[in-house]
Nanobody, 118 residues
């Protein structure tokens, strides 16, 4: 089982930057594909970025070139560096650990609020 705790959210002005962190527990962290999702109230949760245990990354088109996902398998941490933020990035950001490709489950953190003001 994996437990995830996000941190680093807050209020930032348009054009600013934030770095989100996700601390994970579990002995086989490297085996999980780690994702960041975000959700605006009243809308479906949206996938933002993915990093595999081998450090392969993918991004949603809406954040490509502005956000960078990374992981530290030794520290069991996942990061999301967010640059050039705009109001459309305002959301609750969730860390996700996906083990379904090898028969485990998906796990979610509690979320961290990011608010971008103009």
């Amino acid at each position: 089982q994996v437990q995830l705790v996000e941190s680093g959210g807050g209020l930032v002005q348009t054009g600013g930057s934030l770095r989100l962190s996700c601390a994970a527990t579990g002995r086989i962290f490297r085996s999980y594909i780690m994702n960041w999702y975000r959700q605006i109230p009243g809308k479906e949760r949206e996938w933002v970025a993915r990093v595999t245990g081998a450090d392969r990354t993918n991004y949603a088109d809406s954040v490509k070139g502005r956000f960078t996902i990374s992981r530290d398998n030794e520290k069991k941490m996942v990061y999301l560096q967010m640059n050039s933020l705009n109001s459309e990035d305002t959301a609750v950001y969730y860390c996700n650990a996906d083990g379904t490709n090898w028969g485990d489950e998906q796990y979610w953190g509690q979320g961290t609020q990011v608010t971008v003001s103009s």
